[in-house]
């Protein structure tokens, strides 16, 4: 079993930068990797970011490249993601979730956080 819990959230205003946390808790989350999702208001659920905790590789949505990071900290059991050039488009509900594989499909992860909002302001 895996616990995951998100933190960082907050308004700010476009071409802002955030820095949002997830710290995994569980005898084995290691063996996980992790992702990052957002869920904009009548919007399906979308990959953000994946990073291996073991390998450090890396997966990025398109739009995001460039502009956030995902990194993790294996001391803190903590995940990051680094949003620096925010824009409007990317408010939404920020999810942590662990799974089996580095990949783009919710389908890959079992393991979910509760969210935290991130909203952008012109």
């Known amino acids: 079993q895996v616990q995951l819990v998100e933190s960082g959230g907050e308004l700010v205003q476009a071409g802002g930068s955030l820095r949002l946390s997830c710290t995994a808790s569980g005898r084995t989350f290691s063996r996980y990797y992790m992702g990052w999702f957002r869920q904009a208001p009548g919007k399906e659920r979308e990959f953000v970011a994946s990073?291996?905790?073991?390998?450090?590789?890396?997966m990025y949505e398109d739009s995001v490249r460039g502009r956030f990071t995902i990194s993790t900290e294996y001391a803190k059991n903590t995940v990051y993601l680094q949003m620096n050039s925010l824009t409007p488009e990317d408010t939404a509900v920020y999810y942590c979730?662990?799974?089996?594989?580095?990949?783009?499909?919710?389908?890959?992860?079992?393991?979910w956080g509760q969210g935290t909002q991130v909203t952008v302001s012109l």
């Open positions: 979730a662990a799974g089996w594989a580095i990949s783009n499909s919710p389908n890959s992860y079992g393991y």
């Open positions: 990073i291996g905790w073991n390998s450090g590789n890396t």
